[in-house]
């Protein structure tokens, strides 16, 4: 997979991407992360990419033809179109289900925002799907753009060594993941559920099902109510009993 960041800030991308997960891909070739910096397409002598918005108002509103002219120069870079994501506070949720799909996708472009916000014409012009990770406001779309890449990157097949980590953990299938222990297995009077040191493989995965519907049931019932609609939508699915 290739992914292209179009952003005002390429700076902040270095550290996220040369650690752990996310350099592994790299190096072994499992995906392609490239930065382009919006600043770097404007007109003047300034770099300016923002003005005032038309109608008056707080802030200032980023302009089309620099994030026009980088995207058509990032397009013309690889000739795999790619699907774009705008990071937008506006956007369609983005969670696990999103993630599995943009990991399909040959490439992504990623276009981070700042200021108040997109003149609408890079919204309807330029054939973006507007992304939020969450209903807050940030001062960029650059941490969005890393959480959207984190999340998709390590579901690439060889990026977390074990493709079998990404199938279990919270979210993959509806259901909240179950609790980890490891060594010691008594810490400060909180020792390890017997089931898990005894060796029964069956007894140890019905436990952890049952851990993540009860997990789900307390923590997340928003969670719990889709689940139950989904099992009851597809039958095929592992019935919980609950």
């Known amino acids: 997979m290739r992914i292209d960041v179009l952003t005002l800030f390429p700076e902040m991308f270095e550290s996220p991407l040369s650690f752990s997960i996310l350099k592994r891909a790299q190096q072994q070739n499992i995906v392609q992360i490239a930065l382009s910096n919006i600043r770097d397409f404007a007109l003047d ?9 038309y109608g008056g108002g707080p802030g200032m509103v980023m ?4 994030v026009f002219d980088c995207l058509d120069h990032v397009r013309s870079m ?8 705008l990071m937008c506070p506006q956007g369609k949720p983005f969670d696990q289900q999103m993630a599995t799909e943009l990991a399909a996708q040959k490439r992504l472009i990623l276009i ?6 997109f003149d609408e014409r890079i919204r309807t012009g330029l054939d973006a799907e507007a992304i939020s990770i969450g209903d807050y406001v940030l001062s960029g779309g650059e941490l969005s753009a890393m959480v959207v ?3 998709v990157v390590r579901l690439l097949p060889g990026a ?4 079998q980590s990404a199938r279990d953990e919270s979210f993959t299938d509806g ?3 179950y609790p980890h222990y490891t060594r010691p297995e008594n810490f400060r009077g909180m020792t390890v559920p017997p089931i898990l040191l005894g060796g029964n493989h069956a007894k140890i995965a019905e436990w952890r099902l049952q851990q993540r519907v009860e997990r789900t ?3 997340r019932p928003d969670l719990w109510a889709k689940y139950l609609q989904q099992q009851q939508s597809n039958p095929t699915k592992t019935n919980t009993n609950e």
């Open 45 to 53: 002598s300034y770099r300016k990419v923002d003005d005032s918005p």
């Open 63 to 66: 302009m089309c033809q620099p």
């Open 78 to 85: 690889d000739p795999e179109p790619g699907k774009v994501l």
């Open 112 to 117: 981070a925002g700042r200021y108040e916000g």
């Open 149 to 151: 890449i984190d999340a």
């Open 160 to 163: 977390l060594g074990d493709n």
């Open 175 to 177: 259901l909240l993941e």
């Open 217 to 219: 049931q307390k923590q």
